[in-house]
């Protein structure tokens, strides 16, 4: 969840390739749920991002970019391995 909220918040997050693969998923079903205009929507995102601002945020500036696009709104890249303990790091970003 914390990663998702700094995604919305930042539009960008490095992270282990596993975990960004599960931001991956869980950032396209929030966008797929934020181009939806019901009220049942906007409180499931509300229940994922904890904050009216980053709802707000998801609704309006970021599912409002991919209206025509029917998924896919994330990129997964690797960028680097980790000097401490060799793990695969990768960024996941919103496409534009």
Same mark, same amino acid.
């Given at each position: ?21 599960? !931001?991956?998923? &869980? @950032? ?5 749920? +934020?181009?939806?205009? %019901? #009220?049942?929507?906007? /409180?499931?995102? $509300? ?12 609704? !309006?500036?970021? &599912? @409002? ?5 029917? +998924?896919?709104?994330? %990129? #997964?890249?690797?960028? /680097?391995?980790? $000097? ?13």
């Amino acid at each position: 969840r914390n990663l998702v909220i700094q995604l919305v918040a930042r539009g960008e997050v490095e992270t282990t390739l596993t975990r960004a693969k599960a !931001l991956k998923s &869980a @950032a396209d079903w929030l966008v797929t749920v +934020g181009k939806q205009s %019901s #009220l049942n929507s906007k /409180r499931r995102m $509300k229940r994922a991002l904890l904050s009216e601002n980053l709802v707000h945020k998801a609704r !309006l500036d970021i &599912a @409002a970019r991919f209206i025509e696009r029917n +998924g896919g709104y994330t %990129s #997964l890249r690797v960028t /680097r391995t980790r $000097k401490g303990d060799a793990v695969t790091l990768a960024k996941v970003q919103f496409l534009h």
